[in-house]
Antibody, heavy 121, light 112 residues
Framework: QVTLKESGPALVKPTQTLTLTCTLS??????????VNWIRQPPGKALEWLAR???????FYRTSLKTRLTISKDTSKNQVVLTMTNMDPVDTATYYC?????????????WGQGTLVTVSS | DIVMTQTPLSLSVTPGQPASISCKSS???????????LYWSLQKPGQSPQLLIY???NRFSGVPDRFSGSGSGTDFTLKISRVETEDVGVYYC?????????FGQGTKLEIK
């Protein structure tokens, strides 16, 4: 059974660095074609893609946030980590990790439950 | 970035009646590989999004056949042939032809 689960602090202060972990189960990010994304959703707003890491360690970032984001993976722990520096109240959102798999076609098929991060002093 | 525009932003439908959501992209989503990278997902209340349709018209595993997707280039439609109460939530279209992946604003479906 494929699952993803986000973990991290619920509250961070402005200017702090946020570190979120996505723990994968039921699949391996070392499998060819596998990708994991981070996507966020501010309260009451639409979804916003942030970053992606692929099975071959290729990494991609939202251009407007590129200087603040770092995505990495630990295949042995089956985890993907996202760090976001210099947090601001506008970064308050539910953060999701989601799997993209590419058997014959690519699609984002499984999402974690999401973790709400509030940025406030 | 590719802008995805959904209409309407909200929809109130009587159970058993059809529903239709439009999604327009600011650029063509047709790739040189012949595939069109347009997806539809449903976010039920309090849940994370779930994939309904991939590459315009392919239903994901387990998705009821009352859901169908169509369109090409920059204009796409999601149709529900007969709405059921379990279909309530926010529907999003998404493109993945170009990074960053972008989503529509969402269409909230309510039951009358």
């Amino acid at each position: 059974q494929v699952t993803l689960k986000e973990s991290g602090p619920a509250l961070v202060k402005p200017t702090q660095t946020l570190t979120l972990t996505c723990t994968l189960s039921g699949f391996s990010l070392s499998t060819s074609g596998m990708r994991v994304n981070w996507i966020r959703q501010p309260p009451g707003k639409a979804l916003e893609w942030l970053a992606r890491i692929d099975w071959d360690d290729d990494k991609f970032y939202r251009t407007s946030l590129k200087t603040r984001l770092t995505i990495s993976k630990d295949t042995s722990k089956n985890q993907v980590v996202l760090t976001m520096t210099n947090m601001d109240p506008v970064d308050t959102a539910t953060y999701y990790c989601a799997r993209t798999t590419c058997p014959t076609s690519c699609y984002t098929d499984y999402w974690g439950q999401g973790t709400l991060v509030t940025v406030s002093s | 970035d590719i802008v995805m525009t959904q209409t309407p932003l909200s929809l109130s439908v009587t159970p058993g009646q059809p529903a239709s959501i439009s999604c327009k992209s600011s650029q063509s989503l047709l790739h040189s590989d012949g595939k069109t990278y347009l997806y539809w997902s449903l976010q039920k209340p309090g849940q994370s999004p779930q994939l309904l349709i991939y590459e315009v018209s392919n239903r994901f595993s387990g998705v009821p056949d009352r859901f169908s997707g169509s369109g090409s280039g920059t204009d796409f439609t999601l149709k529900i042939s007969r709405v059921e109460t379990e279909d309530v939530g926010v529907y999003y279209c998404m493109q993945s032809i170009q990074l960053p992946y972008t989503f529509g604003q969402g269409t909230k479906l309510e039951i009358k």
